[in-house]
């Protein structure tokens, strides 16, 4: 009897066998940890944590962040986000808003609204998880004492918008951004070399995530996780959020041809993460980034993350764009001069009608799905 029912729990492994890596198989059947535990599990090995995200507009992912960030261990032991995003010089505006209290809905909406207009170096910034994730911190902290409250720290370059007069005084901005990696990690060590608690969260979107530096197009590119992993060492942990690759300029597909996607789906592993360092992840090649001239890959995914997470598959992946009331009519004077100047400054040669058309497509709150989501299912059953 025990015989008999030990071959009927091993079935369905044996099914799946047959059609994927037994490897792969018997590691993913032993990992139970979800993707939010694993994260916070490196906090209590490590002091900074790199979570390489995927598309600035999957909102998905911000989903998984604020499980992270509600976690009463975060809360209590590290406290502090970094972001790729957003100008280093807002970043004491952005904590007085954050640490400030809600006193009516409208109005902790606009002071919102003035914070993420000025926040970026373009006009208008798409992703709707931006804003929202700005919206969730200050909901959070409204339910911590002072001493608990979170804090959000922009690392981009700085940028002041009242003092861009002309596409000329943009395009001297923008043709100072070739170091912007080694910038934005300056910008972080700044900061963290003075926190309290020496532990945050630094969220990273692709390339700047990386914890070594990479060829492409036969250039050596240097990281923002990189200069992190250099000055920090063994202080370091990168994870990457698994998303899509780049196997080719503005080519964008499923990492390893769909197999590990086809892996996790059908094991029901929506959420889960794991170490890379000696299993078949890590020593896989790591096909985020494009191969060399020869078709040989640079790395193994062990050798640029220490850590994996897969968060809900790709068919429920959504972009999502747009921040309601972002172009209000008081904002519209300035929101038009500042469209006028970047795309002047960035050739966009845009016609009248569709500089007004932008002014106003960014109220709007839609959700969409990858272009060529369909290719990508084709991709991952093929290996049915």
């Not at 902290?141 to 979170?150: E, F, W």
């Not at 020496?198 to 990281?223: C, Q």
């Not at 640079?298 to 897969?310: P, S």
């Not at 068919?315 to 929101?335: I, V, Y």
Request: proline fraction near 4%.
């Amino acid at each position: 009897m025990k015989s008999i029912l030990f071959t009927l729990c091993l079935l369905p492994l044996i099914v799946l066998s047959q059609k994927m890596d037994k490897e792969f198989v018997l590691f993913l059947n032993q990992q139970k940890t979800s993707a939010k535990d694993y994260v916070i599990n490196q906090f209590k090995k490590y002091d900074i944590v790199i979570l390489c995200e995927r598309n600035h507009k999957e909102f998905t992912q911000y989903e998984l962040v604020k499980e992270i960030l509600e976690d009463p261990y975060f809360i209590k032991n590290v406290g502090h986000i970094f972001t790729e995003l957003g100008c280093v010089n807002m970043d004491a505006r952005l904590n007085k808003f954050l640490q400030s209290k809600n006193t009516t809905s409208i109005d902790s909406d606009n002071r919102l609204l003035a914070v993420y207009r000025d926040i970026f170096d373009q006009p208008y910034w798409e992703p709707h998880s931006y804003p929202w994730l700005i919206n969730t911190v200050f909901n959070m902290n409204q339910r911590l004492q002072p001493a608990l409250k979170l804090q959000m720290h922009p690392i981009d370059q700085s940028f002041d918008w009242a003092q861009i007069k002309s596409a000329a005084d943009y395009r001297r901005y923008y043709t100072n951004r070739s170091h912007r990696d080694s910038l934005m990690g300056i910008n972080v060590a700044e900061k963290f070399d003075k926190l309290k608690l020496k532990k945050a969260l630094v969220i990273m979107n692709y390339k700047h995530a990386f914890l070594k530096s990479h060829t492409f197009l036969n250039e050596k590119l240097h990281n923002t996780g990189e200069y992190l992993y250099n000055r920090y060492k063994n202080r370091v942990a990168g994870i990457y959020l698994m998303g899509l690759a780049i196997p080719q300029i503005n080519n964008y597909t499923i990492v390893q041809n769909g197999k590990w996607d086809f892996y996790l789906e059908s094991l029901n592993k929506k959420s889960v993460g794991f170490d890379l360092s000696n299993t078949p992840f890590g020593k896989a090649a790591f096909d985020v980034i494009p191969p060399d001239n020869n078709g040989k890959y640079e790395y193994k995914y062990e050798e640029m993350f220490t850590g994996l997470l897969y968060y809900k598959p790709l068919k429920e992946h959504c972009l999502k764009t747009g921040w309601k009331g972002f172009a209000s009519n008081d904002f519209l004077p300035e929101l038009r001069r500042r469209i006028e100047i970047f795309s002047e400054a960035m050739d966009m040669n845009l016609s009248s009608e569709q500089k007004e058309r932008l002014m106003y497509e960014h109220n709007k709150i839609v959700c969409s799905k990858y272009p060529n989501l369909n290719s990508f299912m084709e991709m991952i059953n093929q290996w049915k």
